[in-house]
């Protein structure tokens, strides 16, 4: 059964804080993503990375960055967090042409 | 800029009934039209999914209608139930079978 595990499913952080989101897949798939989840505004594209130490932005990428420094592994960072960075936040993985497949998600919220 | 508009963004639908979620884009460049399904406290999962070469799939009580001069695609819910009720997301994929980008999401809630 194919799987993509986020660390967290709830995290609570301060304003300011240093966050580390963690993805892992067991899929070897090429192409990984963070998206975050708003109401009404969809999946949103955060960033994106297509190999090992690749990484390329999203639609929102301001206030992330990413690293990923093997294949299976994507993770999030937010430097230093901000309210308006509350949100659920989804890992995703593909290889060209076949589906994504997400993990359950972290909803984060920061106060 | 959203170039895959969804509506409506939440519907009620009776059991039994007919739920239908709209879909449109606007890059040309778009050959892969997914519709992904979400429950609470779950990820998105893969429902069905179109490439614009046909103009309908079926898969079970689901059903995509795709119109590629309109720019459109539809997902139907025939005899909708109680446990569909989801989040529904429309997608749209590039040609190189990388991106996906998303519509809004549809709140789907079907009464018993």
């Known amino acids: 059964d194919v799987k993509v595990t986020q660390s967290s499913r709830y995290l609570v952080k301060r304003t300011g804080e240093k966050v580390f989101l963690e993805c892992v897949q067991d899929?070897?798939?090429?192409?990984m993503f963070w998206y975050r989840q708003d109401p009404g505004l969809g999946l949103r594209l955060i960033y994106f990375s297509y190999d090992v130490k690749m990484k390329e932005k999203g639609d929102i990428p301001e206030g992330y960055s990413v690293s990923r420094e093997k294949k299976e592994r994507f993770s999030l960072i937010l430097e230093s967090a901000s309210t308006n960075q509350t949100s659920m936040y989804l890992c995703?993985?593909?290889?060209?042409?076949?589906?994504?497949?997400f993990g359950q998600g972290t909803r984060l919220t920061v106060v | 800029q959203q170039q895959v508009k969804q509506s409506p963004q939440s519907l009620i639908v009776q059991k039994g009934g007919i739920s239908i979620i709209n879909c449109a884009y606007e890059n040309t460049a778009f050959d892969y039209f997914p519709w992904y399904q979400q429950f609470p406290g779950k990820g998105p999962a893969l429902l069905i999914a179109?490439?614009?070469?046909?103009s309908e799939k079926k898969e079970g009580r689901f059903t995509i209608s795709f119109n590629k001069s309109a720019k459109q695609f539809s997902l139907h819910i025939m005899d909708s139930q109680p446990g569909d009720s989801a989040t529904y997301f429309c997608?749209?994929?590039?040609?190189?079978?990388?991106?996906?980008?998303f519509g809004g999401g549809t709140r789907l809630m079907v009464k018993p």
């Open positions: 179109i490439r614009p070469d046909v």
């Open positions: 995703a993985s593909k290889s060209p042409n076949t589906e994504a497949f």
């Open positions: 899929m070897d798939h090429e192409n």
């Open positions: 997608a749209a994929g590039d040609n190189a079978g990388n991106m996906l980008t």
